[in-house]
């Protein structure tokens, strides 16, 4: 896993961030506003990670933070597309790779990793 975690950091490289920056923009596009704890569940990072990333985002003017109560919602900035549409080219890109480098055993293995991933998360 370690292997494919570099291999990520380098085709996300263009974004100037590591690739969970990058995730953490494309599930905005995809729904937003979500909040904090929203965006941990879905991606499965701990709360406080995504917090601290949701800042370094927010820096970088490419989210905004509105707290609600205790809660923080996150919703993107006006300035986000140029940063999705590279981190989107990226995701493309890193898909096309793992398919040229894992071939056929691409589809059960990654099934796999997310059945067994729910189950320690269902325990956790």
């Known amino acids: 896993m370690r292997t494919i975690e ?3 950091d380098q085709v996300f490289a263009p974004t100037g961030m590591k690739p969970a920056y990058a995730y953490i923009m494309m599930t905005l596009e995809d729904r937003h506003p ?3 704890m929203e965006i941990a569940h879905q991606l499965g990072y701990e709360r406080s990670s995504i917090s601290r990333m949701v800042r370094a985002l927010a820096k970088r003017q490419l989210v905004q933070l509105t707290s609600r109560g205790r809660e923080t919602l996150v919703e993107l900035a006006a300035g986000s597309s140029e940063f999705l549409t590279t981190a989107n080219e990226c995701l493309e890109q890193f898909g096309r790779l793992t ?5 056929e055993t691409k589809a059960p293995m ?3 990793l997310e059945l067994n991933n729910q189950k320690v998360r269902s325990r956790l």
Do not use: N, S, V
Not at 99 to 103: A, K, P
């Open 6 to 8: 570099r291999l990520a």
């Open 34 to 36: 979500l909040t904090i």
């Open 99 to 103: 398919d040229q480098y894992l071939g």
């Open 110 to 112: 990654t099934e796999l």
